[in-house]
């Protein structure tokens, strides 16, 4: 999976698990939890989402590598 393709992957993630985030908000910068007030459940439900969509799972020990939109952009295209 390309950056591209990683980065349309968690938008449409993003999407569905907290549909008020809108794509201004999708910033590189963005933290998940801080910026886009996703809740310990969003979260996780996000991982559930891109597992799900892409095939990555996201063992909680890398949670910490995908805090960002971006940090989740970069784990998909390495991992997908």
């Given at each position: 999976m390309n950056e591209q393709e990683a980065r349309r992957a968690?938008?449409?993630a993003i999407g569905k698990v907290a549909p008020d985030v809108g794509p201004d908000d999708l910033e590189g910068g963005a933290r998940l939890?801080?910026?886009l007030e996703l809740d310990s459940l969003d979260?996780?439900?996000l991982?559930?989402?891109i597992a799900e969509s892409t095939g990555v799972d996201?063992?909680?020990v890398d949670?910490?590598?995908v805090g960002t939109v971006d940090g989740l952009v970069r784990y998909l295209a390495g991992h997908g």
């Open positions: 968690v938008e449409a939890r801080q910026d979260f996780l439900r991982v559930e989402v996201i063992p909680e949670y910490p590598a």
